[in-house]
């Protein structure tokens, strides 16, 4: 079992930039690859990105792959999610999710969630 808890969500303007953070509990860090996924309200889970347990993999979507990075410590149990030159339509909660398998782009796929975390992003 892993409990997973989000930081670092707020409100920015359109152009910066936002650190979340993911915090795992409960069982051996890096035994999971993690991924990032956000949801607008309205809208279906999105895949942000992943990566993988060592942290020497990662994958974004086009979406995001020039803004984004994502990086974890697993001495720290953290993955972060590092955000810049955001944009209105970034607006959404965004979720930190654990899959004992290989990362996946499919939020099913994932056993463990966070409760998410506001980014909110202003024109």
């Known amino acids: 079992q892993v409990q997973l808890v989000e930081s670092g969500g707020g409100l920015v303007q359109a152009g910066g930039s936002l650190r979340l953070s993911c915090e795992a509990s409960?069982?051996?860090?890096?035994?999971?690859?993690m991924g990032w996924f956000r949801q607008a309200p309205a809208k279906d889970r999105e895949f942000v990105g992943a990566i993988n347990w060592s942290g020497d993999g990662t994958f974004k979507a086009d979406s995001v792959k020039d803004r984004f990075t994502i990086f974890r410590d697993n001495s720290k149990n953290t993955v972060t999610l590092q955000m810049t030159n955001l944009k209105p339509e970034d607006t959404a909660v965004y979720y930190c999710a654990a899959r004992s398998g290989p990362w996946s782009v499919i939020a099913t796929d994932y056993e463990y969630w966070g409760q998410g975390t506001q980014v909110t992003v202003s024109s």
């Open positions: 409960g069982a051996t860090f890096n035994y999971f690859d």
